[in-house]
């Protein structure tokens, strides 16, 4: 029977736990004879021999010249079909990349079927509850004087001037060439990286890393100084080879710097403002709408801890071990969104690499979760809504929102960005229906403490 436009395989599923299943799969003979007559046949038209005129090429001949190439070129198209078609036919939401390791070793024959198998992780099947009435707080937050005062020297640090300094001293910067090893593995080799001495305790960030005692390690270093810094990889490093390594930083420092802030009224003249004042009126404003937001987030965070504690189901394995380098992105676009500086953001990125492995699942939860609740409820995200997230960034920020477009875009954060907005969505719509108490922020910090507290036995 020639192949039709439908279908081109059989196939069956067999499960082999919640989220995993073996798709079995065999392409009939004739599909294969119809695809490699087809191939074959685009050669001849196509390909110019010696001796002979286009298209006019014996087939014994192109199979001597081409046919291994044609085979697996077919193969791999069958096998993408054939796999496609499979999982559309048995309704399958599979999630990662399927395992298939002996498709390698199948040869295509023409008057042969082509039999093989396709182990797959599949979205966890589990059904949403009641959401409404959910009960959550959120904090009363006024904006202080002492927190303008902190912004305003944040930013006179930011458009500060750099003074060459001879041997550096805590809070200083040192700039070099870091590289990081796992045993002979590298994991970063980064020219011009900058770590920060550690202002006020002996806890510090290199190459990414949170290290106990860096101010112990650095010393008081120099340029042209050769550093090593020695610590144990967290368990959750985006590159395996570093979990829970023997790590060896080293770094050779080439400039010695500090940081000496900008005045505030000249800060403000540059913005286009009078003086110091006006200045500070605008950080009220931006304050006050990231305080809005902060609260927000709050709100969120409860309903997810609701949804986490309520909804039980188990996660794909695989997947969930591939988990960790997705959380830390998730949580560097949450961070961007939320007008965080640079250099906060990278430290908090490296804290949550020596967090447990717990926090990775628990994200991937949430996704499965939100996803569902997005489907159900008939939440989507716009292309406008993307751009006015672009827009918001980019202004807490201090960037053109069309350089940090073309950021994401490079980066390969626009698809992050985009679930994360839909998650965020489908927070909001729960909120909605919640049962919202404001409460002072010193009622705030006391719940905020219980429920960091571990439950009582």
Same mark, same amino acid.
């Given at each position: 029977?020639?192949?039709?436009?439908?279908?081109?395989?059989?196939?069956?599923?067999?499960?082999?736990?919640?989220?995993?299943? @073996?798709?079995?799969?065999?392409?009939?003979?004739?599909?294969?004879?119809?695809?490699?007559?087809?191939?074959?046949?685009?050669?001849?038209?196509?390909?110019a021999?010696?001796?002979?005129?286009?298209?006019h090429?014996?087939?014994?001949?192109?199979?001597?010249?081409?046919?291994?190439?044609?085979?697996?070129?077919?193969?791999g198209?069958?096998?993408?079909?054939?796999y496609? !078609?499979?999982?559309d !036919?048995?309704?399958?939401?599979?999630?990662?990349?399927?395992?298939a390791?002996?498709t390698?070793?199948?040869e295509?024959?023409?008057?042969?079927? =082509?039999?093989?198998?396709?182990?797959v992780?599949?979205?966890?099947?589990?059904?949403?509850? !009641?959401?409404?009435?959910?009960?959550?707080?959120?904090?009363?937050?006024?904006?202080?004087d002492?927190?303008?005062?902190?912004?305003?020297?944040?930013?006179?640090?930011?458009?500060?001037?750099?003074?060459?300094?001879?041997?550096?001293?805590p809070?200083?910067?040192?700039?070099?060439?870091?590289?990081?090893?796992?045993?002979?593995t590298?994991?970063?080799?980064?020219p011009?990286?900058?770590?920060?001495?550690?202002?006020?305790?002996?806890?510090?960030?290199? $190459?990414?890393?949170?290290?106990g005692? =860096?101010?112990?390690?650095?010393?008081?270093?120099k340029?042209?100084?050769?550093l090593?810094?020695?610590?144990?990889?967290?368990?959750?490093?985006?590159?395996e080879?570093?979990?829970?390594?023997?790590?060896?930083?080293g770094?050779?420092?080439?400039?010695?710097a500090?940081?000496?802030?900008?005045?505030a009224?000249?800060?403000?003249?540059?913005?286009?403002l009078?003086?110091?004042? *006006?200045?500070?009126?605008?950080?009220?404003?931006?304050? !006050?709408?990231?305080?809005?937001?902060?609260?927000?987030?709050?709100?969120?965070?409860?309903?997810?801890?609701?949804?986490?504690?309520?909804?039980?189901f188990? $996660?794909?394995?695989?997947?969930?071990?591939?988990?960790?380098g997705?959380?830390?992105?998730?949580?560097?676009?949450?961070?961007m969104?939320?007008?965080?500086?640079?250099?906060?953001?990278?430290?908090?990125?490296?804290?949550?690499?020596?967090?447990? *492995?717990?926090?990775? =699942?628990?994200e991937?939860k949430?996704?499965?979760?939100l996803?569902?609740?997005?489907?159900?409820?008939?939440?989507?995200?716009s292309? *406008?809504?993307?751009?006015?997230?672009?827009?918001s960034?980019?202004?807490?920020?201090?960037?053109?929102?069309?350089?940090?477009?073309?950021?994401?875009?490079?980066?390969?954060?626009?698809?992050?960005?985009?679930?994360?907005?839909?998650?965020?969505k489908a927070?909001? @719509?729960?909120?909605?229906?919640?049962?919202?108490?404001?409460?002072?922020a010193?009622e705030?910090?006391?719940y905020?403490?219980?429920l960091?507290?571990?439950?009582?036995?």
């Amino acid at each position: 029977m020639a192949e039709t436009a439908d279908k081109i395989c059989t196939s069956s599923v067999t499960e082999n736990g919640p989220t995993s299943r @073996t798709l079995s799969i065999e392409i009939a003979p004739d599909v294969i004879t119809d695809r490699l007559e087809t191939a074959f046949g685009t050669l001849r038209t196509e390909a110019a021999l010696p001796g002979f005129r286009k298209g006019h090429a014996p087939r014994g001949l192109l199979e001597k010249r081409f046919g291994e190439h044609v085979r697996d070129e077919t193969k791999g198209q069958l096998l993408s079909s054939a796999y496609a !078609e499979a999982i559309d !036919e048995h309704g399958l939401k599979v999630v990662g990349n399927p395992i298939a390791d002996q498709t390698e070793s199948i040869e295509l024959v023409e008057g042969s079927p =082509l039999s093989f198998s396709v182990e797959v992780e599949i979205v966890p099947t589990f059904e949403i509850p !009641e959401l409404s009435g959910i009960a959550v707080k959120r904090p009363v937050v006024e904006v202080t004087d002492e927190q303008i005062a902190g912004e305003v020297e944040r930013l006179c640090l930011g458009e500060g001037d750099l003074e060459d300094r001879d041997v550096a001293e805590p809070g200083d910067y040192i700039t070099g060439h870091g590289v990081m090893k796992a045993g002979d593995t590298v994991i970063h080799d980064i020219p011009g990286a900058v770590v920060q001495l550690p202002k006020s305790k002996d806890e510090g960030m290199i $190459l990414g890393v949170v290290v106990g005692d =860096l101010a112990k390690q650095l010393g008081s270093p120099k340029a042209g100084d050769s550093l090593t810094v020695t610590t144990t990889g967290p368990e959750n490093h985006e590159n395996e080879a570093a979990r829970n390594a023997e790590l060896s930083i080293g770094f050779e420092v080439e400039t010695v710097a500090r940081i000496i802030p900008a005045e505030a009224d000249d800060l403000a003249k540059r913005n286009g403002l009078d003086d110091a004042a *006006a200045l500070e009126g605008v950080i009220r404003s931006q304050l !006050e709408q990231r305080v809005e937001s902060e609260r927000a987030t709050l709100v969120r965070q409860q309903i997810a801890a609701h949804l986490l504690k309520t909804i039980e189901f188990e $996660l794909p394995k695989r997947l969930s071990a591939q988990q960790a380098g997705n959380v830390f992105e998730r949580r560097r676009l949450e961070l961007m969104q939320r007008g965080v500086d640079q250099q906060t953001i990278e430290e908090n990125i490296a804290r949550l690499r020596s967090a447990s *492995a717990a926090e990775a =699942l628990r994200e991937l939860k949430l996704l499965f979760i939100l996803s569902k609740v997005s489907e159900e409820k008939g939440v989507s995200v716009s292309e *406008a809504e993307i751009n006015s997230a672009i827009v918001s960034m980019a202004r807490q920020r201090g960037e053109r929102p069309e350089a940090l477009q073309q950021q994401l875009v490079q980066n390969r954060q626009i698809n992050g960005l985009y679930q994360q907005v839909m998650e965020q969505k489908a927070l909001d @719509t729960i909120a909605q229906d919640a049962a919202i108490e404001d409460v002072s922020a010193d009622e705030w910090n006391a719940y905020a403490k219980s429920l960091s507290e571990p439950a009582s036995e």
